[in-house]
């Protein structure tokens, strides 16, 4: 995120490990930041409306799977399309080998 801009996503990639080679995780939080000062004026930033979801891959990062997700296109419906983005986003980070 920047000062322009408020929205933001946080990607993590945990796996493969040991015991699964073949197993790998995204996480994906969305966040909203706001920017306020405390009470003795010190600029201060937050989150909010901050959303996690996991994918999750046991074929080394080919294919994943997602639990529930909301309406994260904004057409006022959750429906497949919601999450075939999600699961486009993790499949894409899984393949970034040097970010």
């Not at 995120?1 to 929205?7: A, E, H, K, L, V």
């Not at 639990?67 to 970034?96: C, M």
């Amino acid at each position: 995120m920047s000062y322009f801009n408020r929205r933001g996503i946080f990607l993590q990639k945990l796996g493969p490990t040991i015991v699964d080679p073949d197993e790998v995780l995204v996480s994906m939080q969305f966040a909203l930041k706001e920017s306020s000062l405390d009470g003795n004026g010190t600029p201060t930033e937050s989150l909010l409306s901050s959303t996690i979801y996991v994918a999750s891959s046991y074929d080394g990062g080919q294919s994943f799977s997602i639990g529930d997700a909301r309406d994260v296109d904004g057409d006022g419906d959750i429906d497949d399309s919601d999450k075939a983005k999600l699961l486009v986003l993790a499949k894409a980070y899984a393949n970034i080998v040097n970010p």
